[in-house]
């Protein structure tokens, strides 16, 4: 069984969103931009699947690169699940997997108020 470790944190700020409906339901993609422990400078898009409008709960997923100091650039790509936590917040749970080949566990919550995405990450061994 893997063993969780070594956790940081990370903290988002929305730089834009967009809406589609797709067959089942509709998409919120979010563009995040911030930063995360060990990986410097992040830039991303979340998506959060809903299965109807004003979906609660839903799939996520997510895609991004990170910019490191020493001037490497990391891709990561996720999944996971997002369910309403509160008057305008939802909470957002997945795995992301990076170019380098580490698995993270990420926890996190959106808030409207702020356009931001605050959480956790844990490597994943």
């Known amino acids: 069984m893997a063993k969780e470790k070594k956790q940081g944190e990370f903290s988002f700020k929305s730089t834009g969103v967009t809406y589609e ?5 509709g998409v919120v993609r979010l563009n995040l931009e911030g930063t995360a422990s060990g990986f410097g400078t992040v830039m991303g898009t979340m998506s959060l699947f809903g299965d109807a409008p004003g979906a ?9 690169e990170a910019y490191l100091d020493n001037g ?5 790509t996720g999944a996971g699940f997002f369910e309403r936590s ?3 917040k939802w909470r957002v749970r ?3 997997r990076t170019s380098t080949g580490a698995v993270l566990l990420s926890d996190g919550v959106v808030s409207l108020d702020g356009r931001s995405y605050k959480g956790k990450l844990t490597d994943w061994k």
């Open 21 to 25: 409906e797709v067959t089942g339901g």
């Open 56 to 64: 609660q709960s839903g799939q996520s997923s997510w895609v991004g």
């Open 72 to 76: 490497d650039v990391v891709q990561g």
């Open 86 to 88: 509160g008057k305008h």
């Open 94 to 96: 997945s795995v992301v």
